[in-house]
């Protein structure tokens, strides 16, 4: 197989300067503790509505002041507020800036991955617990409280990814979680699907997590493992492993792993415990 390494790709120079110039605006309105939510509605509407920014929206058509009203984020309700168990005073905090997020990769400007990547990475520190260097994010990629969430350097996480730090996520340094991929961290009974169980799920360092895939809350998934294309990690994955499959299992070893990944614990029965 040949190695082909991401090539170097930039917008127009004027453009890029644009992008540049706008994102730095963005930066400095939050590391001022200007008001999110008005940063929030601002920033949306000159994005979706720029023609009727300043304008009453009494003078307007009542669609299209339902339509000005989704720009701000104290008018609209998300999923996660509400779960029982959400920390109002976090989530609230976050809310202005995750809704902005999300309306952004629905904007003309959401696919540009230039200016996409730039934007969420200046968010994100401002979203998750923690974020380390070089987080590069895609668009449509959804978190659910935000504040359960721990990135780890060089992670990078593709479209269209689901991470539902309900009850926490760990993604370790050199994460890569694929297009569709979905990790969760809680889980309903199968008698009541009131009663929820919340578990931190765990994903080391340099782990790849493909197509599809879906680790079920709860798991570890060990340092440079790999969960295949569209399967199911219901318990814990290996370092090194390779695991496919519904339910997913180890299949392979990665051929660089150390010797120690190949070996297995025994569990001995106690004298007399098969009498």
């Known amino acids: 197989m040949a190695l082909l390494p991401l090539r170097e790709v930039n917008p127009a120079p ?3 300067q644009l992008y540049e110039d706008w994102l730095a605006r963005l930066e400095n309105a939050l590391a001022s503790g200007e008001d999110r939510w008005e940063l929030c509605r601002t920033t949306l509407t000159s994005l979706f509505f720029p023609e009727l920014a300043g304008r009453d929206p009494a003078e307007l058509p009542v669609p299209a002041q339902v339509a000005l009203a989704q720009m701000d984020a104290r008018n609209v ?3 996660p507020e509400y779960y029982a168990e959400a920390d109002d005073r976090l989530f609230q905090e976050r809310k202005p800036l995750i809704w902005m997020w999300q309306m952004f990769d629905r904007s003309a400007l959401g696919g540009n991955v230039h200016l996409g990547v730039r934007f969420r990475r200046i968010l994100a520190p401002y979203i998750f617990k923690r974020v380390g260097r070089n987080f590069k994010c895609f668009h449509f990629v959804e ?10 350097d060089d992670v990078v996480v593709h479209r ?3 991470l539902d730090d309900r009850g926490g996520i760990v993604l370790g340094d050199g994460v890569s979680i694929s297009d569709y991929a979905n990790v969760y961290s809680h889980t309903h009974s199968i008698v009541d699907q009131k009663d929820v169980t919340n578990a931190a799920t765990i994903v080391g360092n340099s782990v790849r997590i493909t197509y599809h895939a879906t680790v079920l809350a709860g798991t570890r998934v060990g340092d440079n493992a790999m969960v ?3 399967a199911v990690a219901t318990r814990d994955v290996r370092p090194w492993h390779v695991n496919v499959g519904i339910p997913a299992k180890s299949v392979r070893v990665k051929p660089n792993a ?5 070996k297995t614990t025994i569990i001995r029965s106690e004298p007399g415990a098969d009498d």
């Open 258 to 262: 150390p010797p120690e990944a190949y």
């Open 77 to 79: 309700t998300l999923e």
């Open 14 to 16: 004027a453009a890029a």
């Open 228 to 230: 295949g294309a569209m």
């Open 143 to 152: 978190f659910s409280f935000g504040y359960n969430l721990e990135i780890g």
């Open 160 to 162: 269209n990814v689901l």
